[in-house]
């Protein structure tokens, strides 16, 4: 699971006093095996033998964030989900 | 004047049995009978209700009482937890024992429904529930009956506040996984489902949603009698009370005892009546469980944590000595066939994950195979957590275990091929897979 703990500070939508990372999830009902995630986010994301993603472990950086935020966009079945999390 | 003699209750007097004080039968225990044997529902009068469901959900917590469906979850929390949720609660009684190692919760339901009864009533109360359902496996016909009867019997005599309704799930491995009867409760197929939501928060219809295995509300019905000192005073401090387990395997007296939490192993294996022949190794906790060598495993207090400490996993009390003469490898495989058959067919890494490990464990076995060692290795790291739901982090438990409690055979298969055990006849049972035997 990725996380990145967002900086705290005035702006903090959630309330947590900035405790708050996004996690990269798979939802594995929905997820087809198109591949793409792993094509537009390979540093966090590769697939199985089947074609299937495996999230690596590790934290989001400001640029990989971005771009889990474009794979997430980009997920055919919309299996691909960045999730809320408090640290 | 005179004097009315009320019997005592058999569960006040002894420590075990409890859930199967009474007669030694298999017949069901009618409703004259359970409350002759028990005592009436505990319910209060309508006036006193809302502060006696806190009450009673305090006793429920103090008691120290788990889940007894396999996670063993403090039973007590789950209550409050749903009890404070948003929305009107529902109650859910998990009577779909998937598993084909563990036989407790059908002779529980067949035996004593009204115990169970009791306890899905009493969980409604104390969460304010306005539904219940109990659910069995749609092709136990005439366990449903009898429960349908038993229901029908309450509802004559007034005894729940709300009608217990009892429905028929399909009957497969991954359709008793609480989210999956949820699912088809709402109109769906019996499958597990992604979370969250989770059951406890949206559950049936949207609301909260108490999910709870029978054995587990049946000790509830005992604990709003007795109170939670006495539920205490079986079992050990750090777990209380007694629990039903299937024995298995190599032991003279095969079935579904209660005993005290914090017995030893060796001691369930001797009140299923002693080895009949050496013993190799132990599965504890059934399909989703692990291996255990025998030795370690003969002194081992039956209790979560040490069960746990020692590797092993208690799962739904499910107790299997493997004699000596057994191939643990191919006993391992065709549980690993199954499951594999067992999977609900939704997300790819457990689709196409546990066929290939139940091939790569098969070789193993059955072949002797030099290299499939790593290879299941893999395969075990590849499944698992992988899933919506637990069924490929079960299988890969178990097929762990095997490749730690076997490896002396995994060696010897390699060098020599396959031992004589495989020709022997399965000693775990597989549905519908004895008829070669």
């Not at chain 1, 005035?10 to 793409?36: F, K, M, Q, Y």
């Not at chain 2, 108490?210 to 006495?230: K, M, P, Q, S, Y």
Request: with cysteine; net charge positive.
């Amino acid at each position: 699971m990725l996380r990145r703990p967002a900086a705290a500070g005035p702006a903090d939508p959630w309330g947590h006093g900035g405790l708050v990372s996004e996690i990269l999830r798979v939802n594995p009902i929905a997820c087809t095996a198109h591949g793409i995630c792993a094509e537009l986010l390979p540093e966090a994301i590769q697939l199985d033998p089947w074609g299937y993603p495996i999230v690596m472990p590790g934290e989001l950086t400001g640029e990989m964030l971005s771009n889990a935020r474009r794979a997430v966009a980009s997920c055919p079945a919309l299996a691909l989900v960045l999730e809320k999390e408090r640290a | 004047m005179t004097v009315e003699v009320v019997p005592r209750p058999l569960a006040r007097q002894a420590r075990v049995p409890r859930l199967l004080a009474g007669p030694g039968t298999r017949q069901p225990i009618g409703l004259l009978e359970h409350e002759r044997l028990h005592g009436q529902l505990p319910l209060p009068p309508a006036r006193a209700q809302r502060e006696s469901a806190g009450r009673l959900i305090d006793v429920i917590e103090r008691s120290g009482l788990t889940g007894r469906g396999g996670a063993g979850f403090p039973t007590g929390r789950k209550l409050r937890s749903v009890a404070g949720a948003r929305g009107r609660p529902v109650v859910l009684a998990n009577g779909a024992e998937g598993e084909p190692a563990s036989a407790k919760d059908r002779l529980l339901l067949s035996r004593s429904p009204h115990l169970v009864l009791d306890g899905i009533s009493l969980a409604a109360f104390a969460v304010g529930a306005d539904r219940a359902f109990l659910a069995l496996h749609r092709q136990e016909a005439r366990l449903g009956a009898s429960l349908e009867a038993a229901a029908e019997a309450r509802a004559a005599a007034g005894i729940d506040e709300i009608r217990i309704e009892i429905v028929g799930i399909p009957g497969r491995y991954v359709s008793s996984e609480q989210s999956a009867i949820v699912q088809y409760l709402n109109g769906g197929p019996a499958v597990p489902t992604f979370s969250p939501p989770r059951t406890h928060e949206r559950g049936f219809d949207g609301r909260p949603t108490l999910v709870n295995n029978v054995e587990t509300l049946a000790h509830i019905a005992l604990i709003a009698r007795h109170g939670d000192r006495w539920f205490r005073s079986a079992g050990v401090p750090e777990a209380p009370g007694t629990m039903l387990v299937t024995v298995d395997g190599c032991v003279a007296r095969p079935g579904v005892y209660e005993i005290e939490l914090g017995m030893p192993v060796g001691a369930v294996l001797v009140r299923a009546g002693g080895l009949t022949e050496p013993a190799q190794s132990i599965l504890t906790g059934g399909y989703f469980g692990t291996w255990l060598p025998a030795d370690i495993a003969w002194q081992l207090p039956l209790t979560r944590r040490d069960v746990t400490a020692a590797g092993g996993a208690l799962g739904a009390g499910i107790i299997v000595a493997l004699p000596a003469s057994s191939c643990g490898l191919s006993e391992t495989a065709r549980v690993l066939r199954y499951l594999a058959g067992e999977t609900a067919g939704q997300c790819g890494p457990c689709v196409f994950g546990l066929p290939a490990l139940a091939d790569a464990l098969a070789d193993l076995a059955y072949q002797g195979e030099r290299r499939v060692g790593g290879q299941v290795s893999a395969l075990i790291g590849l499944v698992e957590g992988r899933g919506a739901c637990k069924h490929p982090d079960g299988a890969a438990q178990l097929a762990r275990s095997a490749l730690r409690a076997f490896s002396a055979d995994v060696i010897r298969h390699r060098e020599r091929g396959p031992c004589y055990g495989v020709r022997r006849r399965p000693v775990l049972p597989i549905p519908g897979d004895m008829a070669d035997w």
